[in-house]
């Protein structure tokens, strides 16, 4: 069995896709889970595999944050006419730091811890 490097916490996060180059709006969606390392994002249209993306989202309607991720897999899920993707965050070692504190804050559940280790 693999074991994971990252926390990774099951959360229904707002999430926009963007195009990097131009900055267009790809598609909107959930990440249903989220780690320092990637996200699973579900969403309306389907995003290219081995593609770079930024990704735009929300916690609790305060902190916002938009990282750069590269898709690795892109399936339909055509009951639910959505698209579900994995997504593997492009990071600096200082993004990656700041994504750890931003998983670690949602599993305890304390939002508050955001504003005091000076993510937000």
């Known amino acids: 069995m693999i ?5 990774r916490v ?9 195009e990097p180059a131009t900055n267009e709006l790809i598609t909107r969606g959930r990440f249903l889970d989220l780690s320092a390392g990637g996200a699973l994002f579900k969403g309306d249209k389907p995003i290219e595999k081995d593609h770079l993306y930024n990704f735009k989202f929300e916690v609790k309607d305060r902190y916002k944050f938009m990282f750069s991720g590269k898709s690795t897999f892109s399936r339909e899920i055509p009951a639910e006419k959505k698209w579900l993707a994995g997504i ?12 750890e504190r931003i998983v670690n804050s949602i599993s305890k ?3 508050n811890d955001l504003e005091k280790l000076g993510i937000y």
């Open 3 to 7: 074991q994971r490097k990252n926390i």
């Open 10 to 18: 099951t959360i229904l996060i707002l999430a926009e896709v963007y």
């Open 88 to 99: 593997q965050f492009q990071c600096t070692p200082l993004e990656k730091e700041k994504l």
């Open 109 to 111: 559940g304390s939002f």
